[in-house]
Protein backbone atom coordinates (compact mmCIF):
# COMPACT_ATOMS: atom_id res chain seq x y z
CA UNK A 1 0.00 0.00 0.00
CA UNK A 2 0.88 3.11 -0.60
CA UNK A 3 2.03 5.69 2.46
CA UNK A 4 0.14 8.87 2.62
CA UNK A 5 0.63 11.56 5.43
CA UNK A 6 -1.41 14.38 6.07
CA UNK A 7 -0.22 17.15 7.80
CA UNK A 8 -1.61 18.86 10.28
CA UNK A 9 -3.56 15.87 11.66
CA UNK A 10 -5.82 18.49 13.53
CA UNK A 11 -6.24 21.98 13.25
CA UNK A 12 -8.38 24.77 14.72
CA UNK A 13 -8.53 28.24 13.61
CA UNK A 14 -10.47 31.42 13.42
CA UNK A 15 -12.76 32.82 10.24
CA UNK A 16 -10.56 34.64 7.88
CA UNK A 17 -7.79 33.08 8.35
CA UNK A 18 -5.71 30.95 5.84
CA UNK A 19 -5.01 27.96 6.19
CA UNK A 20 -2.96 24.79 4.08
CA UNK A 21 -3.28 21.04 4.55
CA UNK A 22 -0.35 19.25 3.09
CA UNK A 23 -0.16 15.74 2.13
CA UNK A 24 2.41 13.42 1.16
CA UNK A 25 2.46 10.39 -0.82
CA UNK A 26 6.06 7.82 -1.12
CA UNK A 27 5.62 6.36 -4.54
CA UNK A 28 5.46 8.59 -6.95
CA UNK A 29 1.51 8.02 -7.62
CA UNK A 30 0.42 10.02 -10.88
CA UNK A 31 -3.25 10.84 -9.28
CA UNK A 32 -3.81 12.84 -5.82
CA UNK A 33 -7.41 13.74 -4.58
CA UNK A 34 -8.52 16.29 -2.07
CA UNK A 35 -12.13 15.13 -0.63
CA UNK A 36 -14.22 16.55 2.56
CA UNK A 37 -16.50 14.20 4.73
CA UNK A 38 -19.21 15.52 6.37
CA UNK A 39 -22.19 13.79 8.10
CA UNK A 40 -25.14 13.09 5.77
CA UNK A 41 -22.92 13.76 2.33
CA UNK A 42 -20.25 10.77 2.72
CA UNK A 43 -16.98 11.56 0.99
CA UNK A 44 -17.27 14.74 -1.50
CA UNK A 45 -14.28 15.64 -4.34
CA UNK A 46 -12.61 18.81 -3.97
CA UNK A 47 -9.66 19.14 -6.08
CA UNK A 48 -7.47 16.74 -7.78
CA UNK A 49 -3.97 16.63 -9.88
CA UNK A 50 -3.36 14.32 -12.69
CA UNK A 51 0.58 15.13 -12.87
CA UNK A 52 2.88 18.05 -11.33
CA UNK A 53 1.15 21.65 -12.04
CA UNK A 54 -1.94 19.39 -13.70
CA UNK A 55 -5.14 19.91 -11.30
CA UNK A 56 -8.93 20.14 -11.90
CA UNK A 57 -11.77 21.24 -9.65
CA UNK A 58 -13.92 18.67 -8.06
CA UNK A 59 -17.83 18.94 -6.73
CA UNK A 60 -17.36 21.23 -3.90
CA UNK A 61 -13.93 23.46 -5.20
CA UNK A 62 -15.42 26.92 -3.95
CA UNK A 63 -13.43 28.31 -1.47
CA UNK A 64 -10.27 26.38 -2.12
CA UNK A 65 -7.43 25.72 -4.06
CA UNK A 66 -4.50 23.62 -4.81
CA UNK A 67 -1.20 22.87 -5.62
CA UNK A 68 1.04 20.55 -6.99
CA UNK A 69 5.06 21.40 -7.45
CA UNK A 70 6.65 18.12 -6.69
CA UNK A 71 4.98 14.67 -7.67
CA UNK A 72 5.07 13.57 -3.91
CA UNK A 73 3.23 16.63 -2.22
CA UNK A 74 -0.48 18.11 -3.22
CA UNK A 75 -1.74 21.03 -0.93
CA UNK A 76 -5.04 22.48 -0.21
CA UNK A 77 -5.77 26.12 0.95
CA UNK A 78 -8.31 27.59 2.27
CA UNK A 79 -7.71 31.30 1.33
CA UNK A 80 -10.12 32.88 4.18
CA UNK A 81 -11.51 30.04 6.06
CA UNK A 82 -15.34 29.73 7.22
CA UNK A 83 -16.85 27.92 9.20
CA UNK A 84 -18.70 25.92 6.47
CA UNK A 85 -15.77 24.42 5.77
CA UNK A 86 -15.43 22.86 9.10
CA UNK A 87 -15.10 18.85 7.99
CA UNK A 88 -12.47 16.25 8.05
CA UNK A 89 -10.51 16.17 4.96
CA UNK A 90 -8.99 13.29 3.55
CA UNK A 91 -6.10 13.25 0.45
CA UNK A 92 -6.16 10.14 -1.68
CA UNK A 93 -4.17 8.55 -4.12
CA UNK A 94 -5.27 5.88 -7.35
CA UNK A 95 -3.08 2.98 -7.12
CA UNK A 96 -2.18 1.02 -10.46
CA UNK A 97 -4.62 -1.72 -9.07
CA UNK A 98 -7.45 1.08 -9.40
CA UNK A 99 -8.34 1.33 -5.62
CA UNK A 100 -8.08 5.04 -4.44
CA UNK A 101 -6.02 4.59 -1.19
CA UNK A 102 -6.87 6.87 1.47
CA UNK A 103 -4.58 9.19 4.30
CA UNK A 104 -5.51 9.46 7.65
CA UNK A 105 -7.24 12.56 7.79
CA UNK A 106 -7.26 16.06 9.17
CA UNK A 107 -9.39 17.07 10.98
CA UNK A 108 -10.06 21.08 10.53
CA UNK A 109 -12.60 23.40 12.95
CA UNK A 110 -13.34 26.71 11.78
CA UNK A 111 -14.47 29.30 14.82
CA UNK B 1 -28.16 15.82 -8.20
CA UNK B 2 -26.94 12.37 -5.73
CA UNK B 3 -25.09 10.26 -8.82
CA UNK B 4 -24.44 7.72 -6.05
CA UNK B 5 -27.02 7.28 -3.15
CA UNK B 6 -26.88 5.07 0.02
CA UNK B 7 -30.62 5.19 1.07
CA UNK B 8 -30.21 3.80 4.89
CA UNK B 9 -28.08 5.80 7.35
CA UNK B 10 -27.76 2.98 9.58
CA UNK B 11 -28.15 -0.87 10.04
CA UNK B 12 -27.59 -3.15 12.69
CA UNK B 13 -27.43 -6.86 12.66
CA UNK B 14 -26.90 -9.41 14.67
CA UNK B 15 -23.26 -11.27 15.12
CA UNK B 16 -23.26 -14.33 12.60
CA UNK B 17 -25.85 -13.46 10.64
CA UNK B 18 -25.90 -11.58 7.05
CA UNK B 19 -25.47 -8.20 6.70
CA UNK B 20 -26.72 -6.42 3.35
CA UNK B 21 -25.53 -3.07 2.42
CA UNK B 22 -27.36 -1.51 -0.40
CA UNK B 23 -26.51 1.10 -3.20
CA UNK B 24 -28.62 3.36 -5.90
CA UNK B 25 -26.56 4.85 -8.94
CA UNK B 26 -27.60 6.66 -11.72
CA UNK B 27 -24.98 7.55 -13.92
CA UNK B 28 -24.82 4.55 -16.80
CA UNK B 29 -20.94 5.65 -17.57
CA UNK B 30 -19.97 4.16 -14.44
CA UNK B 31 -17.69 1.17 -15.00
CA UNK B 32 -16.19 0.41 -11.55
CA UNK B 33 -17.64 0.24 -8.15
CA UNK B 34 -15.98 -0.10 -4.85
CA UNK B 35 -17.14 -0.46 -1.16
CA UNK B 36 -14.42 1.28 1.47
CA UNK B 37 -14.99 0.46 5.24
CA UNK B 38 -13.76 3.26 7.38
CA UNK B 39 -13.55 3.26 11.22
CA UNK B 40 -14.06 6.29 13.50
CA UNK B 41 -10.65 8.92 12.95
CA UNK B 42 -9.48 6.79 10.19
CA UNK B 43 -9.20 6.92 6.48
CA UNK B 44 -11.29 4.67 4.19
CA UNK B 45 -9.81 1.62 3.72
CA UNK B 46 -10.95 -0.56 0.61
CA UNK B 47 -12.85 -3.69 0.60
CA UNK B 48 -13.83 -4.90 -2.41
CA UNK B 49 -15.04 -4.10 -5.87
CA UNK B 50 -16.44 -4.80 -9.30
CA UNK B 51 -16.42 -4.06 -12.62
CA UNK B 52 -19.77 -3.53 -14.95
CA UNK B 53 -18.78 -6.30 -16.87
CA UNK B 54 -19.40 -8.47 -14.07
CA UNK B 55 -22.55 -9.11 -12.03
CA UNK B 56 -20.87 -10.66 -9.25
CA UNK B 57 -17.50 -10.37 -7.06
CA UNK B 58 -16.67 -12.95 -3.67
CA UNK B 59 -13.82 -12.06 -1.36
CA UNK B 60 -14.05 -14.55 1.96
CA UNK B 61 -17.07 -13.01 4.10
CA UNK B 62 -17.76 -10.24 1.44
CA UNK B 63 -19.60 -10.24 -1.55
CA UNK B 64 -20.41 -7.72 -3.83
CA UNK B 65 -23.79 -7.92 -6.37
CA UNK B 66 -24.16 -5.49 -9.69
CA UNK B 67 -27.49 -5.40 -11.29
CA UNK B 68 -26.69 -2.89 -13.79
CA UNK B 69 -30.49 -2.34 -15.40
CA UNK B 70 -31.36 -1.20 -11.62
CA UNK B 71 -28.59 0.51 -11.41
CA UNK B 72 -28.35 -0.95 -7.95
CA UNK B 73 -25.26 -2.62 -6.32
CA UNK B 74 -25.17 -4.52 -2.69
CA UNK B 75 -22.32 -5.53 -0.16
CA UNK B 76 -23.19 -9.14 1.72
CA UNK B 77 -21.06 -9.89 4.46
CA UNK B 78 -21.83 -13.06 5.97
CA UNK B 79 -21.01 -13.98 8.40
CA UNK B 80 -21.30 -10.42 10.08
CA UNK B 81 -18.21 -9.49 13.49
CA UNK B 82 -18.03 -6.99 15.72
CA UNK B 83 -15.10 -5.98 13.67
CA UNK B 84 -17.02 -5.21 11.06
CA UNK B 85 -19.33 -2.77 13.25
CA UNK B 86 -18.11 0.92 10.49
CA UNK B 87 -19.36 3.33 8.33
CA UNK B 88 -19.18 1.51 4.87
CA UNK B 89 -19.10 4.25 1.93
CA UNK B 90 -19.91 2.53 -1.79
CA UNK B 91 -18.41 4.55 -4.60
CA UNK B 92 -18.67 4.85 -8.21
CA UNK B 93 -16.25 5.66 -11.13
CA UNK B 94 -16.62 7.13 -14.92
CA UNK B 95 -15.30 5.50 -17.53
CA UNK B 96 -13.64 8.75 -18.90
CA UNK B 97 -11.89 11.19 -16.49
CA UNK B 98 -8.86 11.45 -13.85
CA UNK B 99 -10.02 7.83 -11.79
CA UNK B 100 -12.54 10.17 -10.31
CA UNK B 101 -14.61 8.27 -7.70
CA UNK B 102 -18.14 9.36 -6.76
CA UNK B 103 -19.35 8.34 -3.28
CA UNK B 104 -22.74 7.58 -1.27
CA UNK B 105 -23.29 9.16 1.87
CA UNK B 106 -22.61 6.14 3.84
CA UNK B 107 -24.20 3.68 5.81
CA UNK B 108 -23.35 2.71 9.39
CA UNK B 109 -23.41 -0.64 10.56
CA UNK B 110 -23.43 -2.00 14.17
CA UNK B 111 -22.68 -6.21 14.98
CA UNK B 112 -24.38 -6.68 18.21
CA UNK B 113 -23.20 -9.73 20.19
Known amino acids: DAGITQSPRHKVTETGTPVTLRCHQTENHRYMYWYRQDPGHGLRLIHYSYGVKDTDKGEVSDGYSVSRSKTEDFLLTLESATSSQTSVYFCAITQPNNEQFFGPGTRLTVL | DQQVKQNSPSLSVQEGRISILNCDYT??????FLWYKKYPAEGPTFLIS?????DKNEDGRFTVFLNKSAKHLSLHIVPSQPGDSAVYFC????????????FGQGTRLTINP
Open chain 2, 50 to 54: ISSIK
Open chain 2, 91 to 102: AARQIQGAQKLV
Open chain 2, 27 to 32: NSMFDY
